[in-house]
C-alpha cells in the first residue's frame, strides 16, 4: 500500500492562494462572460478549502506520478489538460436547463484548466522554498 504523506509548505499556500485569486478574477463582474445568472454566489472559505486539497492532490501526482516543470511549460500544459479532461467527463452536463448550458460547462471548464495550469507552475517554481 502507498503511503501519501502530507505536509503544508510554501508552495501548498502559494498555490492555493494564487489558485483562488485566479477563480477571484475569472468569476468576478467585470469579466465579459460573467452572468449572475448562471454562476451564483462564491462561497470563499469552502473555496480556499476545496484550493488546499487540490494543491495536495496536484503535489502528490507531480511527486510521484507526473513530472512537470515551469521550464518546460509543455508537460504542466499537459498535465492540466488531463486533469481537466477528467473532470469535463466526471462532471458534463447532465441536466440541460437552457440553450447556454454546454457554453457555460465549457467556460467553467476552460476556468478549471487555467486554475490548475497556474497551480502547477506556482507548485513546481516555490518547490525550492521548501
Known amino acids: 500500500m502507498a503511503d501519501i504523506k502530507f505536509s503544508v509548505?510554501?508552495?501548498?499556500?502559494?498555490?492555493?492562494?494564487?489558485?483562488?485569486?485566479?477563480?477571484?478574477?475569472?468569476?468576478?463582474?467585470?469579466?465579459?462572460?460573467?452572468?449572475?445568472?448562471?454562476?451564483?454566489?462564491?462561497?470563499?472559505?469552502?473555496?480556499?478549502?476545496?484550493?488546499?486539497?487540490?494543491?495536495?492532490?496536484?503535489?502528490?501526482?507531480?511527486?510521484?506520478h507526473w513530472s512537470a516543470s515551469y521550464h518546460d511549460w509543455e508537460s504542466v500544459c499537459f498535465l492540466a489538460l488531463a486533469i481537466t479532461t477528467v473532470y469535463s467527463c466526471l462532471e458534463a452536463p447532465h441536466i440541460v436547463h437552457n440553450g447556454h448550458s454546454m457554453g457555460h460547462f465549457f467556460w467553467h471548464a476552460v476556468h478549471k484548466f487555467v486554475q490548475l495550469f497556474v497551480m502547477i507552475m506556482v507548485l513546481d517554481y516555490a518547490k525550492r522554498y521548501n
Open 9 to 64: 509548505s510554501i508552495a501548498i499556500v502559494a498555490a492555493a492562494i494564487i489558485g483562488e485569486i485566479v477563480s477571484t478574477i475569472w468569476y468576478s463582474e467585470v469579466t465579459p462572460w460573467h452572468s449572475r445568472g448562471w454562476s451564483g454566489p462564491r462561497y470563499f472559505w469552502s473555496a480556499v478549502v476545496c484550493d488546499l486539497g487540490l494543491a495536495f492532490i496536484l503535489q502528490y501526482i507531480m511527486r510521484n
